[in-house]
Structure formats: structure tokens, C-alpha cells
């Protein structure tokens, strides 16, 4: 371990580590290596990982500034935001419902494409032809590619075995177990029922 410095390379400034020592003739020497950067912005020393972990090894811990990475406004302009909160609550009440594992068992490679159609069904109402636009603006399984002709492929190859599979072991499945679950906890609607 040596000495850090500050250094302009350029339009930039540089944190580096220099180690001063002896050649094998005796004459003083200097090796230095780079650790960091200055950033412009805030000033402070933005040391490598590599440097940080190195320190932290040797029991030397270096106090890392903390600042808030600041975005510029082509930043922000070129910044993806997507929805998700729609598609989390279905995704979740699929999964735990046990479609998700339905659909899987019965269309084990059309699954994720099947489940995003419903999704868009559900949260737009709109017509399949609008799917790709819905998925360039949510976030949802990981999907490739949801054309109109990649949708036509879809619907065709889902046959009608699939659906059969599908709607009478998932969907009855899921029906048996929240009758289950509303008797089991005698709630006050199905107490109602057995009133009348």
C-alpha cells in the first residue's frame, strides 16, 4: 500500500494508488495504478470495486462517499417506464389460484403467450391485434414476440384436447377449492345460503 493522488488524464481527473520503492540498483522508482475517477457533477472520488474490495481485505476499509446518482434530461427522455401492478395481482392470483400450473400441464409451450392473451383480455378489453402494444407498455412474462401472426399461430395451435385439459382439471380444480375454502370458513355468505 502507497499513497493516492489525483491526477488530469485528459478532460478527465483520476484517483490513482502510487507505491514508491527501490530498483535492484538502488535507485528510487514510482508504479502507480488507477483506482478511481473523480465525477464531474459532485467532485467526489468514485473508486473501482476491485480497489474497494482489495482495501476491505487488507482490513483497510475505504469510506465510499455516498451522493444520489442525478439524471440528466436525455436521461429521463430515453427511460423505459412500463405498467405492472395490473399484471402482478392477475399473475398472482393465477399462481396461487393453481391456473398457472393448469395452463402449464396443459399447454406446457404455449403457456406464457396463452396466460399474457388473457391478461390483455382482462386488463384492456381490447381485441388481440392490440397485444404487442399492451406488452411494449406493461411488464409480463417474457415473451418474444405477440404479432398478429404470431397470435393467429396461437389460437391455432391451441387444440381443443388443450382446453379440455386446461378448463377440466385447472379451472374445476380451482372452483372445488374455493368452495372448499368459503365452507371451511363458514362465511357469512355461504351461512346466508344454507339459511334459505
Not at 38 to 49: C, L
Not at 61 to 67: E, L, M
Not at 81 to 88: H, Q, T
Not at 123 to 131: M, Q, R, Y
Amino acid at each position: 500500500m502507497g499513497y493516492i493522488f489525483e491526477q488530469t488524464v485528459g478532460n478527465h481527473r483520476y484517483v490513482f494508488e502510487g507505491q514508491s520503492y527501490r530498483d535492484s540498483n538502488g535507485k528510487p522508482r514510482n508504479k502507480r495504478v488507477a483506482v478511481g475517477k473523480i465525477d464531474p457533477k459532485t467532485g467526489q472520488r468514485v473508486y473501482k470495486q476491485e480497489y474497494l474490495e482489495r482495501m476491505r481485505a487488507a482490513g483497510t476499509p475505504v469510506a465510499q462517499s455516498s451522493f444520489v446518482k442525478q439524471f440528466s434530461a436525455d436521461d429521463v427522455k430515453q427511460s423505459l417506464i412500463k405498467e405492472y401492478g395490473l399484471f402482478y395481482l392477475l399473475n398472482e392470483i393465477a399462481t396461487r389460484s393453481g391456473l398457472i400450473d393448469s395452463l402449464r400441464g396443459a399447454m406446457p409451450s404455449l403457456w406464457k403467450e396463452v396466460f399474457t392473451l388473457a391478461c390483455h383480455l382482462v386488463s384492456t378489453g381490447d381485441p388481440f391485434l392490440h397485444c404487442s402494444d399492451w406488452i411494449n407498455d406493461t411488464e409480463t412474462l417474457a415473451v418474444k414476440n405477440m404479432s398478429s401472426q404470431r397470435i393467429s399461430e396461437i389460437t391455432a395451435a391451441v387444440t381443443i384436447g388443450m382446453r379440455d385439459d386446461f378448463f377440466l382439471d385447472g379451472v374445476l380444480d380451482v372452483q372445488r377449492k374455493s368452495i372448499s375454502h368459503w365452507t371451511s370458513r363458514q362465511h357469512p355468505l355461504i351461512l346466508n345460503l344454507s339459511m334459505m
